[in-house]
Structure formats: structure tokens, C-alpha cells
């Protein structure tokens, strides 16, 4: 699990990274809001951000909007000593997940960080209104399903289990196929077809190796 923290605080930084190390986390920390603001544009998302509002430079806020543009479903939590109601509504109305005031308990961090992780995620949302369920296996436009069939849809299933990876060409093969023989019909016809359904292309190639998704393709 890869955690991005975002707080200025080095007493309180100190005791969320112990904190998070002991639970085998991985921790990016920042205590400026320019400099978390760049790494979330050049970098790949991490499982979940906390992040202070009141950062230098850059305050929380907008981290938390340019997170949003990037996944709309990443789980993020404000933290601050704030007791201006506007902070804790503009929190809500830009995206977070979940809001704590200073000073708090690591116990109760651990909680909502709990119930967090354990909602279903199983709806993933991309910009331009798709959607796509992997329990169901079923794609959704402007929440109107696109009928597909059974191999495009496992194509999708692994692509959206991995939504910020890069997914090799042998993996799609044997999970799509399921071991079948394959050589009638190879995958880049299966994704060429599967674009021709799509209201518009979120599928990116990665030549050489695989597949990925465009999460801003529209």
C-alpha cells in the first residue's frame, strides 16, 4: 500500500510516518503544497492520500481537485486544526473521503483508513461519463450499458483491475482466452473490435508490452 502524505508538521509527519511503516505502508511525504502539487502531476497515484488543507504555497484544497481530475475513486483524507466550517464543506464539495481534526488519535486514523480500503471499489468511473463494474463485468456509458461480449469484457476486467498499471500482452492472453487456443483470433483484433464499441478510445497502447488506461483520454 502506497501512501501520499501531505502535512508540514514535523512532529505530527514523524508520527504518521512510524505510524504507517508499522502497517508495512510505503509513505511519499511533503511538507509544501507546490512541491506534493508537482509530484501529483508527474507521478503515478498512490492507494491513498492524506493531506493537510493548511500547506504552504499550495494549500489542500487544491491538491485535492487535482487528485480528482486524475481518479475520481482514490480514498482521501483531509486533516486540519481548522474550525472554519467553509474548510470542512469545501473539503466535502472538492472531493475528500473522509475529514479529521487536529489534534486526533492514530486509533481513529486507523479506523476511518480501515472503512475506507474496505468500500466496495468495484465501480470504477472514468472521465467522460464510462464506467465499469468488475463484479458484474458490464461497461457503462452515461450509465447506459454497452453490450459487448464475453472476451472483450474479460479484456476489461483486467484492464480495470490494474487501472494504474500497464497490463503485458501474456497476461490479457491467458486470462481472456482462459487457456484456449488463440491463434484465430489474437488480441490486438480483439481490441481493435472492442474500440469500434466505445463511445471513445480510453484504451492506450503500450508498444512492446501491453495495455493500459487513459484516464483523461476525453
Same mark, same amino acid.
Given at each position: ?70 481518479? /475520481?475513486?482514490? $480514498? ?26 487536529? $489534534? ?59 487501472? /494504474? ?20 483470433? $489474437? ?9 469500434? /464499441?466505445? $463511445?471513445?478510445?480510453?484504451? /492506450? ?14
Amino acid at each position: 500500500m502506497e501512501v501520499f502524505l501531505a502535512e508540514d508538521n514535523y512532529q505530527l509527519s514523524k508520527a504518521l510516518i512510524t505510524f504507517f511503516n508499522m502497517k508495512s505502508f510505503s509513505v511519499t511525504h511533503f511538507d509544501d503544497g507546490e512541491d506534493a502539487f508537482d509530484n501529483i502531476l508527474t507521478n503515478r497515484l498512490k492507494d491513498v492520500y492524506i493531506i493537510d488543507i493548511n500547506l504552504p504555497n499550495i494549500n489542500g484544497l487544491e491538491l485535492v481537485k487535482q487528485i480528482r481530475r486524475l481518479d /475520481k475513486n482514490v $480514498p482521501i483524507i483531509m486533516i486540519t486544526a481548522s474550525v472554519d466550517i467553509d474548510d470542512f464543506e469545501h473539503a466535502y464539495d472538492f472531493g475528500c473521503s473522509d475529514y479529521i481534526k487536529k $489534534p486526533f488519535n492514530l486509533k481513529e486514523l486507523d479506523i476511518r483508513l480501515t472503512k475506507l480500503l474496505k468500500k466496495d471499489r468495484s465501480v470504477i468511473e472514468l472521465s467522460g461519463g464510462i464506467k465499469f463494474d468488475i463484479e458484474l463485468k458490464k461497461l457503462f456509458f452515461n450509465d447506459k450499458e454497452i453490450e459487448l461480449r464475453k472476451k472483450e469484457l474479460r479484456f476489461l476486467t483486467l484492464l480495470f483491475s490494474n487501472q /494504474k498499471q500497464k497490463v503485458l500482452t501474456e497476461e490479457f492472453e491467458e486470462f481472456v482466452w482462459e487457456g484456449e487456443l488463440k491463434e484465430s483470433y $489474437p488480441l490486438r483484433q480483439l481490441v481493435n473490435g472492442l474500440r469500434r /464499441k466505445l $463511445p471513445f478510445d480510453f484504451i /492506450k497502447t503500450e508498444i512492446g508490452i501491453g495495455y493500459s488506461i487513459n484516464e483523461n483520454c476525453r
